[in-house]
């Protein structure tokens, strides 16, 4: 993967556009085909990425617009999981619980169709997400195994099988979602454990974004993750928590959440900046990468557009002041 300082990037996911809602309600009434359906993605795909090369994003994702929802998605299309009714998560938000049934495997591809798809459309860089087992098995019923990390370390193989068929097909930088991790601190070297197995054997630069929790519960050993980058929700915490990480030397690149996705104020130029300096106070420039603090997908998509743009500005024009 090739490197420019304080490359922009997204955590994954991108507010859907409405026309694309309405055909994902019509497609589960059976009202419309399956090649309509998939053109529908394709076409909004498109807009994602054009939107985020005007924006000035440099290595981008899809949107997720295939993906309702970031444990539903996955468990859907691997054996041992059943999908139970709505839980509602927060505000007026909900996701289709998982179940684990039965013993988990691997049935379907699951990221690389979509990257496959992706490479297709855009000649910069991609970036992955895949939810990590851990949050997975976390945010799911699990009615088969006799403990938790027997379910998660059996998911991590599954994710792993995936991971070596998307290094295959060509992708360099692969993130893994694991925002439940902070949320049960004293089940940390599950996770770690978890990340060794689904991470054994790849070859990319791999990263991990965390959101949610106390960070001084899970630091400084999330410094040992088998991974290149963390990457955190910063900015929703007034980035608080970065007197937890000066404790210990960041030993890590930075994946830093400088945009809060929980509001709909758009951040200056000049504010993303200053948000952005923050990070030098833990690691070196070149170690920093420049990202939203979470995934778009709840704001408009006006306003999640000029964020980004804004970011991506800020993020030039410090480049031009550090050279």
């Known amino acids: 993967?090739?490197?420019?300082?304080?490359?922009?990037?997204?955590?994954?996911?991108?507010?859907?556009?409405?026309?694309?809602?309405?055909?994902?309600?019509?497609?589960?009434?059976?009202?419309i085909s399956d090649e309509i359906m998939e053109q529908a993605y394709q076409d909004s795909i498109k807009a994602v990425v054009k939107e985020h090369e005007l924006a000035g994003v440099d290595i981008l994702w899809d949107g997720e617009m295939r993906r309702e929802e970031m444990t539903s998605y996955f468990a859907e299309h691997i054996d041992g999981f059943e999908i139970y009714g709505d839980v509602r998560v927060w505000g007026n938000n909900y996701y289709k619980k998982p179940a684990i049934v039965s013993r988990v495997g691997y049935r379907d591809e699951l990221t690389i169709p979509e990257y496959s798809s992706l490479r297709t459309i855009t000649t910069n860089e991609i970036k992955v997400p895949i939810t990590g087992a851990y949050t997975i098995v976390d945010w799911s019923f699990n009615e088969f195994y006799p403990r938790k990390e027997d379910a998660v370390y059996a998911l991590a193989e599954v994710i792993n099988e995936d991971l070596r068929g998307l290094v295959k097909a060509g992708a360099g930088y692969i993130?893994?979602?694991?925002p439940a991790i902070p949320t049960h601190p004293d089940e940390i070297e599950i996770a770690k454990n978890s990340l060794e197995i689904a991470t054994k054997g790849i070859n990319a630069y791999l990263g991990i974004h965390i959101c949610y929790g106390d960070y001084s519960k899970i630091y400084p050993e999330v410094l040992e993750f088998p991974v290149d980058q963390l990457?955190?929700?910063?900015?929703?915490?007034?980035f608080k928590d970065i007197e937890i990480f000066k404790e210990y030397e960041f030993t890590k690149d930075i994946g830093f959440?400088?945009?809060?996705?929980?509001?709909?104020?758009?951040?200056?130029?000049e504010e993303i900046k200053t948000n952005i300096r923050k990070a030098f106070q833990l690691v070196e420039p070149e170690k920093i990468y420049v990202d939203p603090d979470c995934g778009l997908k709840l704001l408009p998509q006006g306003i999640a557009f000029e964020k980004l743009r804004n970011m991506c500005q800020a993020a030039r024009e410090l480049r031009e002041e550090l050279v």
């Open 1 to 31: 993967m090739t490197r420019r300082l304080l490359p922009t990037t997204v955590v994954g996911s991108y507010p859907k556009p409405k026309w694309l809602n309405h055909l994902i309600g019509e497609y589960a009434k059976g009202k």
């Open 175 to 178: 993130q893994i979602d694991d």
């Open 231 to 238: 990457d955190f929700e910063l900015a929703n915490k007034n």
């Open 257 to 269: 959440g400088c945009l809060d996705v929980h509001t709909r104020r758009i951040e200056s130029v």
